[in-house]
């Protein structure tokens, strides 16, 4: 199966795990190209491909810009084929927070347009490292509300690798056991 892996990554939790995704299912011999739609050509191609996973992380409270703009440019396109959407959180990391990660993919359903076949609420990471002085500080705040790490020397990670492996494996099981939505 040639498959697209479209991300949008503000600290970077995203793209990683995109990567993995990516290497995950090139071990099961599968074709696939990833790309960070912050820098995407406008004449990009998305015909060639069979399959498309998009992820996105939220930041408050919204995914980028650029992946709500991006599905719905291929919005006719993703309609017709085998998808996912990942959506990276930190809501996703807390039991008590579980309601509020489905909605961020409930919200962007509603923006887009779109209904992926498979969805995964996914926990990312507190990359205090990266924030400047005020993300830092705001980020903090909200971690040691919840009981998370408010150590900000180093960074702090929430992904169940695990479940985004399983995800992906349900993924492919379904475009075997349904060839022809990825005709
Ligand atoms: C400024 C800021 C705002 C954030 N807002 C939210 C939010 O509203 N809800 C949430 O669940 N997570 C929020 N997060 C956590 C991010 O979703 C999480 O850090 C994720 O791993 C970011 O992925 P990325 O590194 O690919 O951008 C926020 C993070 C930052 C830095």
Same mark, same amino acid.
């Given at each position: 199966?040639?498959?697209?892996?479209?991300?949008?990554?503000?600290?970077?939790?995203?793209?990683?795990?995109?990567?993995?995704?990516?290497?995950?299912?090139?071990?099961?011999?599968?074709?696939?190209?990833?790309?960070?739609?912050?820098?995407?050509?406008?004449?990009?191609?998305?015909?060639?491909?069979?399959?498309?996973?998009?992820?996105?992380?939220?930041?408050?409270?919204?995914?980028?810009?650029?992946?709500?703009?991006?599905?719905?440019? %291929?919005?006719?396109?993703?309609? /017709?084929? @085998?998808? $996912? +959407?990942?959506?990276?959180?930190?809501?996703? *990391?807390? !039991?008590?927070?579980?309601?509020?990660?489905?909605?961020?993919?409930?919200?962007?359903?509603?923006?887009?347009?779109?209904?992926?076949?498979?969805?995964?609420?996914?926990?990312?990471?507190?990359?205090?490292?990266?924030?400047?002085?005020?993300?830092?500080?705001?980020?903090?705040?909200?971690?040691?509300?919840?009981?998370?790490?408010?150590?900000?020397?180093?960074? %702090?990670?929430?992904?169940?690798? /695990?479940? @985004?492996? $399983? +995800?992906?494996?349900?993924?492919?099981?379904? *475009?075997? !056991?349904?060839?022809?939505?990825?005709?």
């Amino acid at each position: 199966m040639r498959l697209l892996i479209a991300y949008g990554s503000t600290e970077g939790q995203t793209r990683k795990i995109a990567r993995a995704a990516a290497e995950h299912l090139r071990k099961q011999h599968h074709e696939v190209q990833v790309v960070d739609c912050a820098d995407l050509l406008t004449d990009f191609d998305i015909f060639p491909f069979d399959a498309a996973i998009i992820a996105a992380s939220v930041h408050q409270w919204q995914h980028q810009t650029e992946m709500v703009e991006f599905v719905i440019k %291929h919005k006719d396109w993703l309609a /017709d084929k @085998l998808t $996912a +959407f990942i959506s990276v959180s930190l809501s996703a *990391a807390f !039991e008590e927070d579980q309601a509020e990660a489905e909605l961020y993919i409930d919200q962007f359903i509603d923006e887009t347009g779109w209904r992926p076949q498979h969805t995964l609420s996914l926990a990312g990471a507190l990359r205090y490292k990266k924030y400047d002085f005020m993300r830092r500080w705001v980020m903090r705040f909200m971690a040691s509300a919840k009981g998370a790490p408010t150590d900000t020397s180093k960074d %702090h990670e929430y992904t169940d690798w /695990d479940q @985004l492996y $399983a +995800f992906l494996d349900e993924f492919v099981a379904d *475009a075997k !056991e349904n060839p022809r939505k990825t005709a």
